[in-house]
């Protein structure tokens, strides 16, 4: 195992990425014991201080369990590469691009009154009603987003939650309005914790990171299809933004759905 010598960059976050890209590659599998603190300290030639704190880091991003008496192992579902999203792409498309598979799970399906910058920007009437779904989105089994989903229900009267488990729902949207997104949505990205219910879902701690992400989907004439506010866990993703003349050309912004 090579030294780790970039003067730079903490000791324990060096052997954090070395240990990444050791389990990225397969050389640790999930489900499988790593090296004891002892065995590590000897082979990277650091102190067991150190490799202490990159264990607990990689524990606290997911990446390994540690059991008391048994030693430290590789967590199931966490041994992937972050997934990285182009902007022109649905979570489901970005999913395939990266060679995992999208699954969607609804957590609810209801028709709510549209209120504030929704109802203006559907340009509805008072007491005019939204369809708002919730759905948790994986990546080969492992959570990755809540999405919260907001469309009118006059356009989608038939809905039911069956018909959006497991699905694409740009492309259900598509196939239900018969109108085609044309993904120039305006959006907005920051940074939130996670609160204890979306920390649940998701399998992480409550107040760690995550991206809240707001999306205003349209059709290719400008027409409002559906609003978006979804929560991503940083750490198992990664947005691909286009920048100068490229950007300009792309028919896209963040899209998770």
Same mark, same amino acid.
């Given at each position: 195992m090579p030294e780790l010598k970039d003067v730079r960059i903490p000791l324990y976050q060096q052997l954090m990425e070395e240990l990444k890209a050791i389990i990225s590659t397969g050389l640790?599998?999930?489900?499988?014991?790593?090296?004891?603190?002892?065995?590590?300290s000897t082979a990277y030639n650091v102190s067991r201080i150190t490799v202490r704190r990159a264990i607990e880091e990689l524990c606290? #991003?997911?990446?390994?369990?540690?059991?008391?008496?048994?030693?430290? =192992?590789?967590? *199931?579902?966490?041994a992937t590469h972050k997934i990285v999203h182009d902007q022109t792409l649905s979570f489901t498309e970005t999913c395939r691009n990266n060679h995992v598979t999208a699954d969607a799970h609804v957590l609810g399906l #209801?028709?709510?009154?549209?209120?504030?910058?929704?109802?203006?920007? =559907?340009?509805? *009437?008072?007491?005019?009603?939204?369809?708002?779904?919730?759905?948790?989105?994986?990546?080969?089994?492992?959570?990755v987003l809540i999405e919260n989903t907001y469309f009118p229900c006059k356009h989608h009267e038939a809905i039911t939650p069956e018909d959006v488990e497991h699905v694409s729902l740009i492309e259900k949207i598509e196939q239900t309005s018969g109108r085609r997104i044309a993904r120039k949505p305006a959006a907005s990205i920051e940074i939130i914790k996670a609160r204890a219910e979306q920390a649940s879902l998701l399998d992480v701690l409550t107040g760690d990171p995550l991206f809240y992400v707001q999306t205003y989907l349209t059709d290719i004439s400008g027409k409002p299809l559906a609003v978006g506010y979804h929560y991503i866990v940083g750490r198992r993703f990664m947005f691909k933004l286009q920048t100068g003349q490229n950007a300009s050309d792309d028919e896209g912004e963040p899209v998770s759905n």
């Open positions: 640790y599998t999930a489900g499988q014991k790593i090296p004891s603190e002892s065995e590590l606290h #991003e997911g990446y390994l369990t540690k059991f008391q008496g048994k030693g430290t =192992f590789v967590n *199931e579902n966490r #209801e028709r709510v009154d549209a209120r504030g910058e929704d109802r203006k920007f =559907f340009g509805l *009437e008072e007491g005019e009603q939204l369809f708002h779904l919730t759905r948790l989105r994986t990546a080969d089994g492992t959570p």
